[in-house]
């Protein structure tokens, strides 16, 4: 009966391990919620947050520094062409036909910050 249990809780111990990789952490949660100047605030709730905000969306978390780091490494110009024009899943004008450049150019720098 003792070699059925010790060969049980091994069994049991090998299988809880399954040999997989420890999951990264989590980014951490953003401590500011939106730009701090009121029309940018508005134009983040109203366009970008909706997939900046959602992992599920595959898009770039607001606040995940690393995430954003390959995509500014291009250049703010090139990753101005895929707002303005689109790009993967990312609509033409991040869905803001009234943003100009420069509310675009800020609103990549807030959400690419920690």
């Known amino acids: 009966m003792f070699r059925i249990a010790l060969c049980g809780a ?8 399954c040999g997989q ?5 989590a980014a951490p949660a953003r401590t500011v ?11 983040y709730e109203q366009t970008c947050k909706a997939c900046h905000t959602n992992p599920a969306t ?5 606040g995940d520094r690393n995430a954003w780091q390959p ?19 990312m609509p033409p004008l991040g869905s803001c036909q009234d943003c100009s450049e420069a509310e675009f150019k ?8 920690p």
């Open 58 to 62: 595959g898009a770039p978390q607001a």
């Open 33 to 43: 919620a939106a730009p701090a100047d009121p029309k940018l605030a508005r134009l």
């Open 71 to 89: 995509r500014l490494a291009q250049g703010m110009d090139r990753v101005l062409d895929h707002v303005i024009n689109g790009y993967k899943g």
């Open 10 to 17: 091994l069994a049991l111990v090998t299988l809880c391990g």
């Open 21 to 25: 990789p420890p999951q990264p952490a």
């Open 106 to 113: 800020a609103l990549i720098e807030f959400m690419a910050s």
